[in-house]
């Protein structure tokens, strides 16, 4: 099957750090580009961070520039995402998927653009 299983998802205080894991499943990652996206409850799914192959550059949302980082290892084929400084408005099912990565990713993205979509992981954040 052909899909992604994110992992790493857990609850954390704030101020707290996570690395989420984006495994693929029957086909590898070496010339995709990757991206990270969330929702929380009641909300729309928003682009988080995206990264291309080859150089590996990366685009991220706004309000977790800074705090979130994204990185690949081809040779697990894995994508993680790096999460520092976790505040109340980070909760939400992280997922991951393949689709074009572009500079306006945390604004907006086409949905019918990315494919491969796993199960997601969900990110708590409370004292």
């Not at 899909?3 to 495994?23: I, K, T, W, Y």
């Not at 909300?43 to 979130?68: H, L, N, P, Q, T």
């Not at 393949?98 to 990713?105: I, Q, S, T, Y």
Request: proline residues 3%.
């Amino acid at each position: 099957q052909v899909q992604f299983v994110e992992s790493g998802g857990d609850l954390v205080q704030p101020g707290g750090s996570l690395r989420l894991s984006c495994a693929a499943s029957g086909f590898t990652l070496d010339s995709l580009t990757i991206g990270w996206f969330r929702q929380a409850s009641g909300r729309e799914r928003g682009g988080v961070a995206c990264i291309s192959s080859g150089d590996g550059s990366a685009y991220y949302e706004d309000s977790v520039k800074g705090r979130f980082t994204v990185s690949r290892d081809n040779a697990k084929n894995t994508v993680y995402l790096q999460m520092n400084n976790l505040k109340h408005e980070d909760p939400a099912v992280y997922y991951c998927a393949v689709g074009p990565c572009r500079a306006h990713f945390g604004t907006y993205y086409f949905p019918h653009e990315y494919e491969h979509w796993g199960q997601g992981t969900q990110v708590t954040v409370s004292s």
